[in-house]
Nanobody
């Protein structure tokens, strides 16, 4: 059984930074790609970033490219999302996901395991 637990969310002013973490249990972490998604109230869940099983390949939504960085530490079973230059439109619940595949796909329906989410609120 795989469990994903996000942390690091909070309230930050526009222009600030946050670093999200997602700790995974189970042996499969280093074999699969990981993704970050977000969902704002009244909106559909949207792709933010993904990273391949080895960390050698990444994929970003255009809205966060150049501001957010995804990384992973397979020795610690943890994936990170460094978020810089945050804007109010980044406000959402952020979810990490683990997929039974190796490439950093952006399609959320392909991911098999999800965390419970962590709230990120950016004030103007």
């Amino acid at each position: 059984q795989v469990q994903l637990v996000e942390s690091g969310g909070g309230l930050v002013q526009a222009g600030g930074s946050l670093r999200l973490s997602c700790a995974a249990s189970g042996r499969t972490f280093s074999s699969y790609a990981m993704g970050w998604f977000r969902q704002a109230p009244g909106k559909e869940r949207e792709f933010v970033a993904a990273i391949s099983y080895s960390g050698g390949s990444t994929n970003y939504a255009n809205s966060v490219k150049g501001r957010f960085t995804i990384s992973r530490d397979n020795a610690k079973n943890t994936v990170y999302l460094q978020m810089n230059s945050l804007q109010p439109e980044d406000t959402a619940v952020y979810y990490c996901a683990l997929g039974p595949f190796r490439s950093p796909t952006s399609y959320y329906r392909e991911y098999g395991y999800w965390g419970q989410g962590t709230q990120v609120t950016v004030s103007s």
